[in-house]
């Protein structure tokens, strides 16, 4: 099991420029998130998904897009990149069955965005 | 609303001590869970425990244990004989009932704990 990976590892994007990191699961998690983490902070979510086709909005998703067509991939697009996008990137996964329940998240290892 | 706050942001102590990590949290929910996560220099984050509201028993896990009081909305975390090792930030998160989704948590800003030889 290779868990939660995430492409690439560090990025230097322009400003205005667009890209994409890719996130996939191999735990056969139903959910899985989007995080940003600034330096000194904790984590903010961005979007998430409870399955495939179904997506919805965190705490800080303005400039960001997501898509969820598979189980195991959820990428998230930048459009127009700017500065205060700089960041480290998470994306996550668990378990859930849909009740009251929740399960811990597993992480991927991150990317390290700089936009200038 | 929901939050998380640890007020420790650095703690410092020399191997072998004891220490503690605090966490207070705010939420209206009667059910909810409580995390701990920990990232080390490397920058993953790492599994460390889940405790769900109805459980208020105390977790001992080798070094480290878990005190949850619900009285006081606190999950504080303390790794005993302290090692180099455990030289990471330490972060503490709730289960957010958003958008209908149980699944999403919501992160404390860390605790930095440095453990010096």
């Known amino acids: 099991n290779a868990g939660v990976t995430q492409t690439p590892k560090f990025r230097i994007l322009k400003i205005g420029q667009s890209m994409t990191l890719q996130c996939t699961q191999d735990m056969n998690h139903n959910y899985m998130y989007w995080y940003r983490q600034d330096p000194g902070m904790g984590l903010k979510l961005i979007y998430y998904?409870?399955?495939?086709?179904?997506?919805d909005k965190g705490e800080v998703p303005n400039g960001y897009n997501v898509s969820r067509s598979t189980t195991e991939d959820f990428p998230l697009r930048l459009e127009l990149a700017a500065p205060s996008q700089t960041s480290v990137y998470f994306c996550?996964?668990?378990?859930?069955?849909?009740?009251?329940?929740?399960?811990?998240?597993?992480f991927g290892p991150g990317t390290r965005l700089t936009v200038t | 609303a929901q939050k998380v706050t640890q007020a420790q942001t650095e703690i410092s102590v020399v191997e072998k001590e004891d220490v503690t990590l605090d966490c207070v949290y705010e939420?209206?929910?009667?059910?909810?869970?409580l995390f701990w996560y920990k990232q080390p220099p490397s920058g993953e984050l790492v599994f460390l425990i889940r405790r769900n509201s109805f459980d208020e028993q105390n977790e001992i896990s080798g070094r480290y244990s878990w005190n949850f009081q619900k009285s006081t909305s606190s999950f504080n975390f303390t790794i005993t004989a302290s090692q180099v090792v455990d030289s990471a930030v330490y972060f503490c998160a709730l289960s957010a009932n958003y958008g209908g989704s149980q699944g999403n948590l919501i992160f404390g800003k860390g605790t930095k704990l440095s453990v010096k030889p």
């Open positions: 996550a996964s668990s378990y859930s069955n849909r009740l009251t329940d929740t399960y811990e998240q597993y």
């Open positions: 939420t209206r929910d009667t059910t909810y869970y």
């Open positions: 998904s409870v399955g495939a086709g179904i997506t």
